[in-house]
């Protein structure tokens, strides 16, 4: 199985400030097709995860362009423009390269 | 608006085996565009995924999980379930159904809010 790790695991932030949260995969997750499948969910409190980022830079709908994706290979990182209140929750990276399907540890992040 | 809603006993005995169902709305479980999974989470833990089913009955589980795990599509009911067979307390959790993209399917992009399940006798 492919391992994903994530750095780091919790993550307090001022609002307005950046953040980043950097996402290793244990093999590379650049596909033949030339498309890489490196995927990035946000869990809020109380509720199931939601896409954020897909194929390590394309926001999804609805989702605002505060967040952003970058990386290739096996390192990737998710940057936050400036916190707000409502970024709060857990961040996992995921891989869809290989099965099983495998998603990193999670990095929660609050608010100072 | 897309909507799934997991449903199920919120409580299962050690050995017995775990019975889940995922009804879909507002839109069809039949579309060729979608697959349809399974993702688990223990208590205070991350996100574990269990397997996907397409429309046909085509499934694709977590190997270290397939000899217990059985995940079936009722297109006439719009539903899809996961059967998890001699579970253990390492099974309880929050089970989510969700929506995969056919062209990209680790995009999850509907979830339902999760169902809780313990093992426990």
């Known amino acids: 199985d492919i391992v994903m790790t994530q750095t780091p695991l919790s993550l307090s932030v001022t609002p307005g400030q950046p953040a980043s949260i950097s996402c290793k995969s244990s093999e590379s997750l650049l596909h033949s097709d030339g498309r890489t499948y490196l995927y990035w969910y946000l869990q809020k409190p109380g509720q199931p995860p939601h896409l954020l980022i897909y194929?390590?830079?394309n926001r999804f709908s609805g989702v605002t362009d505060r967040f952003s994706g970058s990386g290739s290979g096996t390192d990737f990182t998710l940057k936050i423009s400036r916190v707000e209140a409502e970024d709060v929750g857990v961040y996992y990276c995921?891989?869809?390269?290989?099965?099983?399907?495998?998603f990193g540890p999670g990095t929660k992040v609050d608010i100072k | 608006q897309l909507q799934l809603q997991e449903s199920g006993p919120g409580l299962v005995k050690p050995s017995e085996t775990l019975s889940l169902t995922c009804t879909v709305s507002?839109?069809?479980?039949?579309?060729?565009?979608?697959?349809w999974g399974w993702i688990r989470q223990p208590p205070g833990k991350g996100l574990e995924w269990i397997g996907t089913i397409y429309y046909s009955g085509s499934t694709h589980c977590d190997p270290s999980l397939k000899s217990r795990v059985a995940v079936s599509v009722d297109t006439s009911n719009n539903q899809f379930s996961l059967k998890l067979s001699s579970v253990t307390a390492a099974d309880t959790g929050v089970y989510y159904c969700a929506r995969q993209r056919v062209e990209n399917w680790g995009l999850f992009d509907y979830w339902g809010q999760g169902i809780l399940v313990t093992v426990s006798s």
């Open positions: 507002g839109g069809s479980i039949s579309s060729s565009s979608y697959y």
């Open positions: 194929e390590v830079s």
């Open positions: 995921m891989q869809s390269i290989q099965l099983p399907f495998t």
